[in-house]
T-cell receptor, first 114, second 108 residues
């Protein structure tokens, strides 16, 4: 199967700082990547759809100025959590789409904001 | 109403039991349907796609009823290793919606 990596796997940061999470498709090109957030004992919630070379599409209720998404190449999308707060602590998972429509998930990044 | 709704669970079953999960979706334009499995603190992994004709993969059988907007997953001869959360996933175009998941505990 296809491989998607995320970095870092775990990060602890102080309130007010920014954190960047990388999502890479290692053995295929992905025009589209998704970013999800998962709180404990809850399902994945789609945050945004990242399209290579264009602006991301954010789901309702997700602040685009707080969660900056950049999809600069066909194998890399980044999510930057700006001015992080404790309520941003969550499990962030990306997925990459291999055409026509196969979605592969990264292993996730656990963010803890203190 | 949620776009994708699943049985709340948790399901507690003995080894060898047959267990069924149900899922309904609200968007009639949805095109693709999947069941994912998620272990604690891990990313979801695709279990199987769901087709209108129904499909089977070993002990797992998935079915789709477009008219009723209903998806099911049947697990036969449950194993301890089947313990996980099962996510019903519905997509239309490039938008993917996850159900809240149903937790399954298989006990010896």
């Amino acid at each position: 199967g296809a491989v998607v990596s995320q970095h870092p796997s775990r990060v602890i940061c102080k309130s007010g700082t920014s954190v960047k999470i990388e999502c890479r498709s290692l053995d295929f090109q992905a025009t589209t990547m998704f970013w999800y957030r998962q709180f404990p004992k809850q399902s994945l919630m789609l945050m945004a759809t990242s399209n290579e070379g264009s602006k991301a599409t954010y789901e309702q209720g997700v602040e685009k100025d707080k969660f900056l998404i950049n999809h600069a190449s066909l194998t890399l999308s980044t999510l930057t959590v700006t001015s992080a707060h404790p309520e941003d602590s969550s499990f962030y998972i990306c997925s990459a789409v291999r055409d026509p429509y196969e979605q592969y998930f990264g292993p996730g990044t656990r963010l803890t904001v203190t | 109403r949620k776009e994708v709704e699943q049985d709340p669970g948790p399901f507690n079953v003995p080894e060898g039991a047959t267990v069924a999960f149900n899922c309904t979706y609200s968007n009639s334009a949805s095109q693709s349907f999947f069941w994912y499995r998620q272990d604690c603190r891990k990313e979801p992994k695709l279990l199987m796609s769901v087709y209108s004709s129904g499909n089977e993969d070993g002990r797992f059988t998935a079915q789709l009823n477009r008219a009723s907007q209903y998806i099911s997953l049947l697990i036969r001869d449950s194993k301890l290793s089947d313990s996980a959360t099962y996510l019903c996933v519905v997509s239309g175009g490039f938008k993917t919606i996850f159900g809240a998941g149903t937790r399954l505990f298989v006990k010896a």
